[in-house]
């Protein structure tokens, strides 16, 4: 089957525009992750979801990143008034469940975002 | 206190020897510790994962071994190849916070 995919896989931004990133989880995954990757570094945690409920945020670097998942399917993280530091690839990753029996999270092949 | 520290940054192995890549991390409410492989535009993908209940887990050629008291864990990759070639990424979570910490990657160099 299809796994996680994201769309649109390269954007360029202007400084101060906003732009909208997708996540399409592997069918029937009820958890759903944001993370970001700056260059030459690991993936940090933005966000999750359990099915459409965002169980936690806390790592979503101001107001201007927003992200939902209205139906408990597909996600979309958005960023407001894009910063050159927003520059980044932006992963999403999707799982079966979240706990102790099953924790594996599958990434998609992520969003690299430039901000000029 | 949520940092996962890792080491090597960069790594060079000859093809058929062994690379070894550590981790440390400081919170102890972490329970599940699984290590990424990523290739350049791609994904991080799972390799393997341990829970702190056992002190080594292995797949194949790769082996992860766990040091509750010391709170380390490493990556072993037994007779490693030029395919081997990626960045490589620890992590740790809990149950909790469905989230996972990751360690800031060793980019691994197999030489033919």
């Known amino acids: 089957g299809a796994g996680v995919s994201q769309s649109p896989r390269y954007k360029v931004a202007k400084r101060g525009q906003d732009v909208a990133l997708r996540c399409d989880p592997i069918?029937?995954?009820?958890?759903l992750f944001w993370y970001q990757q700056a260059l030459g570094q690991g993936p940090e945690f933005l966000t999750y979801?359990?099915?459409?409920?965002?169980?936690?945020k806390s790592g979503l670097p101001s107001d201007r990143f927003f992200a939902e998942r209205p139906e408990g399917s597909v996600s979309t993280l958005k960023i407001q008034r894009t910063q050159q530091e927003d520059s980044a690839v932006y992963l999403c990753?999707?799982?079966?469940?979240?706990?102790?029996?099953?924790?594996?999270?599958?990434f998609g092949p992520g969003t690299r975002l430039t901000v000029l | 206190q949520q940092q996962v520290k890792q080491s090597p940054q960069s790594l060079i192995v000859q093809k058929g020897g062994i690379s070894i890549i550590n981790c440390a991390y400081e919170?102890?409410?972490?329970?599940?510790f699984p290590w990424y492989q990523q290739f350049p535009g791609k994904g991080p993908a799972l390799l393997i994962a341990?829970?702190?209940?056992?002190s080594e887990k292995k797949e194949g050629r790769f082996t992860i071994s766990f040091n509750k008291s010391a709170k380390q864990f490493s990556l072993h990759i037994m007779d490693s190849q030029p395919g081997d070639s990626a960045t490589y990424f620890c992590a740790a979570g809990d149950n909790q916070g469905g989230k996972l910490i990751f360690g800031q990657g060793t980019e691994l160099s197999v030489k033919p």
């Open positions: 919170n102890t409410a972490f329970d599940y």
């Open positions: 341990i829970r702190p209940d056992v």
């Open positions: 069918s029937g995954h009820v958890s």
């Open positions: 990753a999707s799982s079966l469940v979240w706990g102790r029996i099953n924790n594996e999270q599958f």
């Open positions: 979801f359990q099915n459409e409920a965002q169980l936690d």
